[in-house]
């Protein structure tokens, strides 16, 4: 029987109808398109008249296939389907023509993207009329979700999962939970103390019974798909058993390498080579620096056992923990497979290195910090104390120059994009420098004051006017020592004029940058990554937690530069949508999978059983059946697809000579019609 | 009417032809193959060969054929009938046994349906024959009561009376029109007996035996003994000048198309195979026994003539060897009892 | 090396380890051979084995009619030889089910096949016994191995596509090429499949140059160069060009000869991260 | 068929739903205007792509092809555009040795982000393939089979 196909057409407001002539196309489609029964366009088509004039249409016209023109199938195939379900249409009878993002938006001629869309629905009704009728594939939900990355994103995440019911198993590399957001030493707009804030949250995490906590851990890999990915999680040696140890504090305070830079302190403090990373650490278990220690270093130089050195064994001489020590030095990694359900990336970001910015001196003077060394200076339980001095000589700066915008909106030298937080954390600087050291001068350079969240602004006008920081529109050109002082030459902008101030500390808001190792991380998930490599939402607007792979969600600043509230609210969409999918003992996934041909006898199958699919399956979907006879004899061995583990990419369609392989939603006959409808000729 | 032609007068004549509105098509070699096909020059014609290698079939039934093509329109589809497909030509070379399968043909296609394409380019095309004066172990005309210089479906047969000089014999009333046409191209015919230089066919097989054998042995284990070597190709079907299977296809894109006719075989396995996955002939020896059956009981039932002309094309090309007058005369002279009939 | 070869033969089929041997036996004139299908001790004398025995005999493997036989014995040269090792990592038979008789081989045809000219293969690489003296395989450079498509490929864009395009103008569509090829063995050929019509079935210029296309794809990677399609087409089609061109961008590329070693990964159903992409944007 | 007085390439990019597919709509969100001779056909993943697709393409009327999806490294199925750079890999020489010009198919992976490079990426292949001009070789073989006589398709010497 052949298809009753409608058309409808979306101006997009004048977003296509500008410089598509939405009218024409309609009618031409109408006119000249012998298997189309019925073509109008609409305003916007995706709002509720839209769909309802749609649903309408479907009843009315007795369509059995629909064509809507408009925005990038990305946008709204979804509703469109949805739309068609509720008049009882199966959703893959609907098709989108794609002629926004790909005539009215980048062909500013009329007749010429007129003609071009007019194409695009005629090809886009050929594979209509090929559609088929596909019903949801159900898969069984395993009931377990993985958060990686133990910051306050995946804390969040971590927590409202578990107190939703659920397991989550939780993934830190280092080896302790708390990310940067444990580094702060008080957040805006309130100033309350980070870790006054932070730490029950990571006490919550650590104790609750549904979570199981994973520090010093990597994703060794992430296979299968959404509802059953098995993951393989590589514990890294952390040389002290978790069990055993009780976090007396014995072994570090004995150990002799006492000069190692912090990490956590951003390197402004020093900790021993077997260390947590600051006191307040979840667990509050030490690691060994395998880098750093000497015994290790010796037992890799003599090429023996770390146990077998003898050069220094303080630690495990100091820990009181007996029969068997808390502390071995032969520990190995180790892989724990774990089953998973549903996935949330939380993996954070780093701050931009401050050597790239040569001309302010970063990386040269030890008095030219970045925001976090800043933090850590303004800690009560940083290296300082929360006493400022800057890092060269421990004096009182007494005049302090921020420079706003490094590396943030430089598109030359790093990012294109704004790092949202420094405004509002550079105004927070300003007013802890000035809480501290009450007569010291704070002095902003800034490009604009973005301070768009809730009581944001009244904080930052706050920095000016109560705290008196003096904001000084314009880039600092050169930032060079003379003396003991900083000379910070700027520009005034708003008076035109050139500024010299000497500082005794300049503090760089370096920009917010994709971890380093994020494209990679990006590739083990199959997820997409943005030009930054920060990962990408699946919809910028109405899909934003969500990456490209289902399953995997995303929280906080792996995806891009936000605030702890943001973070935070975002970590908590996550998981509930996390929630939402664990909820269910079946999953309902798109039903674009391949099928291998099965007939009736004597033919059984076209496949001849060569098994190229198999062998090109990235998901090992592919899997070999006997087709017998009823004494049980093998008539014929052929392929067939687990449709649970198939993700529908088609290689096995492709990779098929006989073309007994096809995928569903792009099957064969769908794809030559679209192929045919260019009529070129 | 008899006539000579002097082969330094061929240039005349295809140059005549063409002066005339014909188009010519004669063997004419092409790397290893001889191919009968349109020439311009008389240089370009081939002489000392056996056999050309395609059969005089395709200027009739074209191995592919538009029979029709459409376009689909929102309220209608129209139709447009091919024109101008039956050319005013000569065929001039081509073998006696290629000729003959002609008027074995025309029964098939003035039979139920009468194939205009067909028709109209036998009305077109005038066969000038030359006979065989040398033939190879291949060639079975004479089993098929047929000969070297047979004159069936020729309209004009010439056969070689010395190295330079053929004898013009005309067949028909076209064949006789066209030496009029070029009348001075042609000399008079020599007086007294000339010598006719035709090659001796050896006769493999008593034809007269085969459809009686066949008539009883439906089954029998030699359609399997001989066809397992069988690849099921189609080139012997392909390359005969008498097996005319045909299938239609449409080929389209969206809004136009073609209705083609293409050569079609039956030793193809999917020849028979029907929509539902059940074929008729599901193995090789029960396409090749269709293969002799139809050419030596079922044609001869329907149409009082054998379907072949004893060329030897199929054995020539067959890529394993199959030889259809070594089945055939393993038929003729077969004395056993017909195997019991089983059901298949 | 006949007497050897009818020895073993009879001795096979006595022993029942196999059912039946697919040899070469005496053809309808003395320059053809043809396969013969062996299946009683008594038979073994119609085998024989003298230049004309072109036929690469594994394409029987994929023909049920032969395959009903039962387990066979192949004789092989080392040229066919090369298609078990393909047909067994494409899962179409297993090793164990096949006797392979391997014959030494300094060349077939007359005049000799193009593919004896630079054989690697005398003595097969894969066989249960071999008859003849073992011959040391020679070895023949990247250059020597696809020298014949030198001229071919030295012809200007326009020059090849009209060589092509007269060749492919001769097609008759009678598939001898696909039916004789060992590896093209699909129940369902890609040509024969109508919904959709990916290769137009008629032998006009445009199905003659998708179809011929297709089919050399089809077998890239793949292809051992037994030179069979060749040998059968009756309109004369160089089809080996085609197979020899992908077999040597096949080497180029990927650094993989089809048949030469079964534990090699079959190059068209595997990749490396590091594959050429030169030509890619 | 009509003399045009101006020659546009008629052009069929088949993109991976991922990758390119997204970063054409990307070039679209940032309003930059390229050349409208391209039609697009989005699947999955390059990796679905079978060299059938194309030859269809060019029998349809197509006067270049483009092919583009991820980058290495970052196909959303993991490796399928790995195993269609493969097929490509052997493909496309043979095309060159039939006498296609290479120019005419072109490969390209322009990743969700490269709404830029796509831009670049189509106006590149639409201006090649106006230099190459219109594909004349596919047009006479796609016209044959739709010419009044058969025999223009049949005997050996039809040039």
């Known amino acids: 029987m052949s298809k009753k196909i409608g058309v409808f057409v979306c101006h997009c407001g004048t977003n296509i109808s500008a410089t598509v002539d939405v009218e024409k196309v309609a009618e031409e489609t109408k006119k000249n398109n012998p298997r189309v029964a019925y073509t109008t366009t609409y305003k916007y088509m995706c709002s509720d008249p839209g769909q309802k004039l749609l649903r309408d249409k479907i009843k009315e016209e007795g369509l059995t296939g629909v064509v809507v023109a408009a925005c990038s199938p990305k946008m709204h195939e979804h509703t469109f389907r949805n739309a068609a379900v509720k008049t009882g249409l199966n959703p893959y009878h609907v098709e989108i023509s794609n002629i926004r993002e790909q005539c009215s938006w980048v062909h500013p001629d009329i007749p010429t993207g007129t003609d071009k869309s007019i194409d695009l629905v005629r090809m886009m009704t050929e594979k209509t009329r090929k559609d088929k009728s596909l019903t949801a594939i159900k898969v069984p939900v395993t009931k377990r979700a993985l958060v990686i990355g133990g910051g306050i994103a995946g804390i969040q995440a971590a927590l409202d999962i578990a107190d939703g019911g659920q397991e989550v198993v939780m993934v830190e590399r280092e080896a302790s939970i708390g990310g940067h957001m444990a580094q702060l030493s008080e957040t805006f707009p309130t100033l309350d103390c980070s870790q006054c804030i932070m730490t029950p949250k990571m006490v919550e995490a650590a104790q609750h019974d549904n979570i199981t906590m994973y520090t010093w851990s990597e994703i060794e890999s992430i296979t299968g798909y959404l509802g059953n990915f098995d993951v393989k999680i590589r514990k890294k040696a952390r040389s002290v058993d978790l069990d055993l140890c009780t976090g007396c504090s014995s072994c570090w305070q004995v150990c002799p390498c006492k000069k190692i830079k912090s990490e956590f302190d951003m390197g402004i403090g020093n900790r021993t080579a077997i260390y947590i990373p600051f006191p307040q650490a979840i667990p509050s278990k030490p690691v060994i620096d395998r880098e750093n220690c000497i015994l290790f270093k010796d037992a890799r130089k003599k090429n023996i056992k770390p146990n077998d050195s003898k050069v220094c064994r303080k630690c495990i001489d100091a820990c009181p923990i007996a029969p068997v020590k808390a502390i071995d030095y032969n520990q190995e990694d180790e892989i724990v497979d774990v089953k998973i359900g549903a996935i949330i990336v939380a993996t954070g970001f780093r701050e931009l290195e401050d050597g790239l910015y040569g001309e302010y001196g970063g990386g040269k003077y030890e008095d030219v910090i970045t925001g976090l060394q800043f933090e850590r200076l303004a800690s009560a339980s940083g290296p300082t104390e929360g006493k400022i001095k800057r890092p060269s000589d421990g004096k009182e700066p007494e005049i302090v120059v921020f420079i706003q915008c490094v590396g943030s909106r430089d598109p030359a030298k790093g990012c294109s994009y704004c790092s949202k937080t420094c405004c509002m954390y550079t105004a927070k600087h300003t007013m802890l420098y000035k809480h501290k050291v009450h007569d010291g001068h704070a002095f902003v350079f800034y490009i604009d004051i973005r301070c768009a969240g809730k009581s944001y602004e009244e904080f930052s006008q706050r920095a000016i006017e109560e705290e008196g920081a003096t904001y000084l529109r314009g880039r600092v050109s050169r930032v060079y020592k003379k003396g003991e002082k900083l000379i910070v030459l700027g520009a005034d902008t708003l008076t035109g004029s050139v500024v010299e101030i000497e500082a005794d500390m300049v503090v760089l808001a370096s920009a917010m940058k994709a971890q380093d190792d994020a494209e990679q991380f990006a590739q083990k998930l199959s997820i997409q990554y943005d030009k930054d490599k920060f990962f990408s939402e699946m919809h910028p607007k109405l899909k934003p937690v969500e990456s490209s792979s289902a399953g995997i969600f995303l929280a906080g600043t792996c995806q891009g530069p936000k605030d702890i509230p943001e973070t935070v609210a975002q970590a908590g969409a996550a998981a509930s949508k996390v929630l939402a999918l664990l909820s269910s003992d079946e999953l309902e996934r798109e039903p674009v999978v391949a099928r291998v041909d099965r007939q009736l006898p004597p033919v059984f199958s076209t496949c001849i059983g060569c098994f190229y699919c198999q062998k090109v399956c990235p998901y090992s979907a592919i899997e070999s059946e006997d087709i017998k006879a009823r004494d049980g004899s093998v008539i014929k061995t052929v392929a067939r697809v687990n449709e649970g583990l198939c993700q529908g990419c088609g290689l096995c369609a492709a990779t098929c000579r006989s073309k007994s392989v096809e995928l569903e939603g792009f099957n064969d006959e769908q794809i030559y019609a679209e192929i045919n409808a260019l009529e070129f000729n | 009417m008899e006539k000579t032609l002097k082969k330094e007068k061929l240039n005349s004549l295809i140059t005549g032809l063409k002066d005339k509105g014909y188009k010519t098509i004669a063997p004419k070699k092409d790397n290893n193959l001889i191919t009968l096909c349109e020439i311009q020059e008389a240089d370009e014609i081939h002489f000392d060969h056996v056999q050309t290698n395609n059969s005089i079939k395709e200027y009739f039934l074209p191995k592919t054929e538009k029979i029709l093509s459409y376009t689909i329109e929102k309220t209608k589809v129209s139709i447009e009938e091919p024109e101008g497909f039956a050319v005013k030509s000569v065929v001039f070379g081509s073998r006696p046994c290629d000729a003959a399968s002609l008027p074995i043909m025309d029964k098939v296609f003035n039979w139920d349906c009468t194939d205009k394409f067909w028709i109209e380019r036998r009305e077109a095309i005038t066969i000038v024959t030359i006979a065989c004066d040398k033939c190879d172990s291949y060639c079975f005309c004479t089993s098929v009561c047929l000969a070297p210089d047979a004159k069936q479906g020729s309209d004009v047969l010439l056969t070689k009376i010395s190295d330079d000089e053929y004898l013009v014999e005309t067949e028909t009333e076209k064949g006789e029109g066209l030496i009029k046409e070029l009348e001075t191209v042609f000399s008079e015919p020599p007086s007294g007996t000339p010598d006719r230089q035709v090659a001796t066919v050896e006769k493999k097989f008593e034809i007269d035996k085969v459809k009686p054998w066949l008539d009883e042995n439906f089954v029998h284990k030699i359609w399997a003994e001989f066809s397992t070597k069988c690849i099921g190709c189609g080139a012997c079907t392909f390359v005969c000048p008498t097996c005319h299977c045909f299938d239609i296809v449409d080929e389209c894109t969206m809004s136009k198309g073609d209705r083609v006719k293409n050569w079609d075989g039956c030793q193809f396995k999917m020849f028979t195979l029907h929509t539902s996955g059940h074929n008729p002939r599901s193995t090789q020896d029960q396409r090749w026994r269709q293969r002799i059956m139809h050419k030596f009981k079922y044609y001869v039932e329907k149409f009082d003539n054998i379907l072949c002309v004893g060329c030897g094309r199929c054995s020539r090309v067959c890529p394993a060897d199959m030889n259809i007058s070594e089945m055939l005369e393993i038929i003729s002279t077969d004395e056993g009892q017909p195997e019991p009939v089983s059901k298949e | ?281 | 068929m009509a003399e045009e007085t101006k020659f546009e390439p008629r052009i069929v990019a088949f993109l991976c739903n991922w990758c390119t597919y997204a970063g054409a709509d990307l070039a679209g969100t940032g309003r930059n205007q390229y050349q409208a001779n391209v039609r697009v056909i989005k699947l999955p993943c390059t990796g679905g792509i079978d060299p059938l697709f194309l030859i269809k393409a060019f029998e349809r009327g197509a006067d270049g092809i483009l092919v583009s999806g991820c980058h290495p490294g970052d196909c959303h199925y993991n490796s399928g555009n790995y195993h269609a750079r493969r097929r490509w890999n052997v493909f496309r020489p043979l095309l060159e040795f039939c006498g296609i010009n290479p120019e005419r198919i072109q490969f390209s992976w322009v990743s969700a982000a490269e709404g830029g490079k796509w831009v670049e990426t189509i106006n590149g292949v639409v201006d090649t393939v106006r230099a190459l001009g219109p594909f004349e070789g596919y047009q006479k073989i796609n016209a044959v089979g739709s010419d009044a006589s058969g025999e223009a398709a049949t005997s050996g010497d039809t040039g």
């Not at chain 3, 179409?92 to 014959?103: A, L, M, T």
């Open chain 3, 1 to 281: 090396m006949i007497e050897a070869l009818r020895k073993k033969a009879e001795e096979l089929l006595k022993n029942k380890t196999v059912d039946v041997v697919y040899g070469y036996g005496e053809g309808s004139v003395p320059e053809r051979t043809r396969p013969v299908f062996i299946t009683k001790p008594e038979d073994v004398n119609k085998l024989t084995w003298n230049k004309y025995c072109v036929y690469n005999l594994t394409t029987y493997l994929k023909k049920q009619e032969s395959r009903k036989l039962g387990k066979p014995a192949i004789v092989v040269k080392g040229c066919d030889a090369k298609t078990i090792t393909v047909l067994i990592k494409e899962s179409q038979i297993k090793r164990e089910d096949i006797y392979i008789i391997g014959v030494t081989c300094t060349g077939i045809g007359d005049p000799p096949a193009t593919k004896c000219k630079a054989c690697d293969v005398n003595t097969p690489l894969i066989y249960d016994e071999l008859i003849g003296e073992k011959i040391g395989n020679k070895e023949f450079s990247f250059e020597e191995r696809y020298a014949e498509l030198d001229e071919y490929e030295k012809l200007s864009e326009q020059e090849k596509w009209d060589f092509w395009q007269k060749q492919f103008e001769k097609c008759i569509k009678c598939y001898a090429c696909s039916s004789i090829c060992p590896l093209c063995f699909c129940d369902r050929c890609i040509v024969d499949k109508n919904q959709p019509q990916w290769i137009d079935p008629s032998a006009h210029p445009r199905g003659n140059l998708s179809w011929n296309v297709t089919r050399a794809y089809h077998l890239a990677g793949r292809c051992i160069n037994c030179e069979e399609c060749q040998r059968v087409c009756p309109a004369d089609i160089p089809l080996n060009l085609l197979n020899k061109k992908l077999a040597k961008e096949t080497e180029k590329n990927f650094k993989y000869r089809s048949g030469y070693n079964v534990d090699d990964e079959l190059a068209m159903a595997t990749y490396k991260e590091d594959d050429n992409q030169d030509f890619i944007k």
